[in-house]
């Protein structure tokens, strides 16, 4: 029972709505989540990995259908459709409400609706917010307790009267008396809805128990509803990691990155600098939420407490602080399962052995044709077991950011960093940042650039033109010299035969060395049509003999035809935005024509 009237009420009508057999509010204790893990091993939801090699570790397998984020499926469901903006699925609020209530009558029948208070950022931060959560998943409760801050801790600081945001989920698989329940129920794709409706700041998600579709704390709250409360309030939430970058003399930066998809996020977060004396420690690896201090200056807050991280090509050698992070209290979905009760994926850094379960609880030899651990496979783990978390990565007040990344996978044209010349212009780099459509996605524009504003097209809770123009309006709230730097970097730039011209990984500290020179007003730079490049040798490559002057020369280079092409492209992008795309961005895009033909 919670003293807070306003929730009391709203779980006794979703309960009523749902019909569960049993109502459970989590407490947020280890002893509880233990309870639920052990229910689930018995059950056979779950299999508990070897003690000896994952202490208090478990696997999941999702059913095939349910795998991933499904944005065919995700929707915003604002009053007027141009709200939602040309990129985000609309359909009518009253519509919706009623195609999930008739869904949702019933559908936790013969299962246990659980109640998660849960804290996006630390408990009774001036930058966290609570939601609740209603979920008739075991598994989306564990997972939640490790993701975020739940239970009685949170309900206190809600208090009788203060606000939350509600979150209802069910996996749509009422079970029938007597029937016996799948080891990952679930709904088919055409009754799936993961559904935020951003005036009322609410989300209803049926029909996946599923990642990023069944914990809401993570991409429906913390980026979509988040987004439309940073807007309206005067904050930015986004889909970017923060590290904290110490240098050889002590001197702290904090950079926050906001890239697309397999560009190597989490292992940037985490990286490990091959640059004597340098230090980074990891604050977040997907989601930052940025407000101003009293100091006018921006400072960023992770609202998580876990990493949801991809299991596939994480090894000691790609990223040994995740590998550390993950070796204990974690839940493992979709990845293999070896004989002696470990876990296995592709890219581990080591063979697979003779014999493995699949992600599909088939059997699985090296001779299998197909893949033992799903792509999409994934471990939860407490950002706290992090090797090198920050010390203050929970600092209530988050931490003041001196520079923010965008970038993207591109093999021509985007040199391998180069600095805006002002904040609007830093805007357009995040507007216009993607990555090539590679073959690893089936469609007939492999090649053609996707481009993804901020990585945020999926996560936007709004119009993708009003949200480009809150960046603008958050340029215009601070003093120039007190906002952030901005960088477009890319990691990925090919030479003409096809080899790639930047090792990655640890090296990318030394671009992220000359950054934060350039944030000290240091770093030699040239000032070019596309922004302030490094000099070719202003990239620290002491240590470093794989990269030749040459190759620095063509990570640096800006070919002005192949940006004319660029420029061309980037006006097709921002005018299918539609009208509410803002003029400054054009103007910055007018200004970049105007230096390539000067
Ligand atoms: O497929 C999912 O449900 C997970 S998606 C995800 C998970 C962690 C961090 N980022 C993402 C993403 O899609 O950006
Ligand atoms: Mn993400």
Same mark, same amino acid.
């Given at each position: 029972m919670a003293t807070n009237v306003k929730l009391q009420t709203w779980v006794d009508q979703i309960a009523s709505m749902t019909q569960p057999d049993a109502i459970r509010w989590i407490k947020g204790t280890e002893e509880e989540k233990q309870e639920l893990l052990d229910a689930m091993v018995a059950s056979g939801m779950a299999t508990k990995l070897n003690e000896s090699k994952h202490p208090g570790c478990y696997l999941f397998r999702s059913d095939p259908s349910d795998v991933a984020r499904v944005e065919g499926r995700t929707y915003i469901a604002s009053v007027k459709e141009e709200d939602a903006g040309p990129t985000n699925n609309w359909i009518d609020p009253v519509e919706l409400k009623k195609t999930l209530t008739s869904l949702s009558t019933g559908c936790m029948k013969g299962r246990t609706m659980y109640v998660i208070p849960f804290s996006m950022g630390p408990v009774g931060s001036p930058i966290s917010k609570i939601g609740i959560e209603i979920t008739d998943s075991a598994y989306v409760v564990v997972n939640m307790m490790i993701m975020t801050r739940t239970g009685d801790a949170v309900l206190e600081q809600l208090g009788?009267?203060?606000?939350?945001?509600?979150?209802? #989920?069910?996996? =749509?698989?009422?079970?029938?008396?007597?029937?016996?329940? *799948?080891?990952?129920?679930?709904?088919?794709?055409?009754? %799936?809805?993961?559904? #935020?409706?951003?005036?009322?700041?609410?989300?209803? *998600?049926?029909?996946? &128990?599923?990642?990023?579709?069944?914990?809401?704390?993570? %991409?429906?709250?913390?980026?979509?509803?988040?987004?439309?409360?940073?807007?309206?309030?005067?904050?930015?939430?986004?889909?970017?990691?923060?590290?904290?970058? /110490?240098?050889?003399?002590?001197?702290? !930066?904090?950079?926050?990155?906001?890239?697309? *998809?397999?560009?190597?996020? $989490?292992?940037?977060?985490?990286?490990?600098?091959?640059?004597?004396? +340098? %230090?980074?420690? $990891?604050?977040?690896?997907?989601?930052?939420?940025? !407000?101003?201090?009293?100091? &006018?200056?921006?400072?960023?807050? @992770?609202?998580?407490?876990?990493?949801?991280?991809?299991?596939? =090509?994480?090894?000691?050698?790609?990223?040994?602080?995740?590998?550390? *992070?993950?070796? !204990?209290?974690?839940?493992?979905?979709?990845?293999?399962?070896?004989?002696?009760?470990?876990?296995?994926w592709e890219?581990?850094?080591?063979?697979?052995?003779?014999?493995?379960?699949? +992600?599909?609880?088939?059997?699985? /030899?090296? @001779?299998?044709?197909?893949?033992?651990? #799903?792509?999409?496979?994934?471990? /939860?783990?407490?950002?706290?077991?992090?090797?090198?978390?920050?010390?203050?990565?929970?600092?209530?007040?988050?931490?003041p950011v001196d520079a923010i990344l965008v970038g993207g996978r591109r093999k021509t044209t985007i040199p391998l960093v180069h600095q805006s010349f002002n904040w609007n212009h830093g805007i357009f780099m995040g507007a216009i940042m993607g990555s090539e459509i590679t073959a690893a996605v089936i469609s007939d524009k492999v090649g053609q650039v996707r481009r993804d504003p901020f990585a945020m097209l999926p996560f936007i809770g709004y119009h993708v033109g009003d949200y480009l123009q809150h960046w603008l309006d958050i340029g215009k709230a601070?003093?120039?010299?007190?906002?952030?730097?901005?960088?477009?970097?890319?990691?990925?730039? !090919?030479?003409?035969?096809?080899?790639?011209? +930047?090792?990655?990984?640890?090296?990318?500290?030394?671009?992220?060395?000359?950054?934060?020179?350039?944030c000290s007003g240091e770093g030699k730079a040239v000032e070019t049509p596309i922004g302030y490049l490094p000099t070719v040798d202003a990239i620290d490559r002491s240590g470093l003999d794989s990269v030749s002057d040459e190759d620095m020369a063509e990570l640096l280079t800006v070919d002005k035809e192949e940006w004319k092409a660029e420029a061309k492209s980037i006006r097709a992008h921002f005018t299918s935005y539609g009208p509410k795309m803002p003029r400054e961005l054009f103007a910055e895009l007018d200004a970049l024509e105007a230096r390539l033909n000067a």
């Open positions: 009788e009267d203060g606000e939350f945001i509600p979150c209802i #989920h069910s996996v =749509g698989a009422p079970l029938e008396e007597g029937a016996k329940d *799948s080891t990952w129920p679930c709904a088919p794709m055409d009754k %799936k809805y993961i559904a #935020h409706f951003p005036e009322e700041k609410m989300i209803w *998600s049926y029909g996946s &128990g599923y990642g990023g579709n069944a914990l809401l704390g993570k %991409k429906c709250f913390a980026l979509r509803i988040a987004s439309v409360l940073a807007r309206e309030e005067g904050w930015l939430a986004e889909h970017m990691l923060i590290l904290k970058l /110490t240098d050889p003399n002590g001197n702290v !930066k904090h950079i926050c990155g906001a890239f697309p *998809s397999a560009c190597g996020k $989490t292992n940037l977060a985490m990286l490990v600098p091959t640059i004597p004396g +340098w %230090k980074v420690e $990891t604050l977040g690896d997907d989601i930052a939420w940025m !407000k101003f201090g009293s100091d &006018g200056r921006l400072h960023a807050l @992770n609202p998580e407490a876990g990493f949801f991280g991809v299991a596939p =090509g994480t090894s000691m050698e790609s990223n040994p602080n995740a590998m550390l *992070s993950c070796a !204990k209290n974690t839940i493992f979905t979709n990845c293999a399962l070896t004989d002696e009760g470990d876990i296995w890219g581990i850094g080591y063979d697979a052995p003779e014999h493995l379960i699949d +992600w599909q609880g088939k059997d699985w /030899t090296p @001779n299998s044709s197909e893949v033992a651990a #799903h792509k999409n496979a994934r471990f /939860t783990a407490p950002a706290n077991q992090c090797p090198v978390i920050a010390p203050d990565w929970e600092d209530p007040n988050g931490v601070t003093d120039e010299d007190k906002l952030p730097k901005i960088f477009y970097v890319n990691w990925f730039r !090919k030479s003409e035969d096809g080899k790639w011209l +930047w090792p990655g990984y640890g090296e990318n500290s030394r671009v992220l060395k000359w950054i934060v020179e350039r």
